[in-house]
């Protein structure tokens, strides 16, 4: 009681203080690791949440990272055949960190239009491998849509709508066909909270 008391009394004479202290270091932070370089008010804005995505996809890549060496860990290698290529997270978080270097020197036109390519070019592949009606793939699909919208405009939402709609056709005509044989042992196994995981990053980064 007596410890509840004090801290009541501290944060009444200085919680002034500690408000200014935190906004002060989040405007310090803003600036030196998001805020955009560039001529005009509308390319520092897709300037700024194209940093704040870059970032977001820095720590996320970083966290898969770390769990899926954990799961190596834990299953002593034995993932040959389920997920992603083991070389395919490390690889895009290094594209990342530099493409955030290059945005914050300034290149936004060029670093977005690769960043918007990074995500279709993994999405593409796992509704190849592992189904057109894979549901991540097609909301990764959805994200890339709205993101080119925001970071570029409007004519290359419509070129990425257009590119990712014909990329889903040509998938399914291809599996439906049986020229290539998709892994669907995921439409079998147990739902996991892993699953919810994934869609709620994404849904979080379409609310970015």
Known sequence: MKIRTCLSDFARKHGHKLDGTLVLFLKNLIKKWIEPRGATEDI????FILNVLLLGSIVLLSSAWVYVLQRMIRLHGETEGRGAPLWLIPSLL???VVLYI?????YHFLSSRIFIFLYFIPSSYSLYVWGADLPQGLLMYALIIIMSGILVGTNFSIFMSALCSLTLLFISFVQIQHIVYPLVYWKEESFRYGDSFLSVVTFFIIFM
Do not use: D, E, L, P
């Open 102 to 106: 290059f945005s914050r020197r300034g």
């Open 44 to 47: 520092r804005r897709r300037g």
């Open 94 to 96: 290094c594209i990342f």
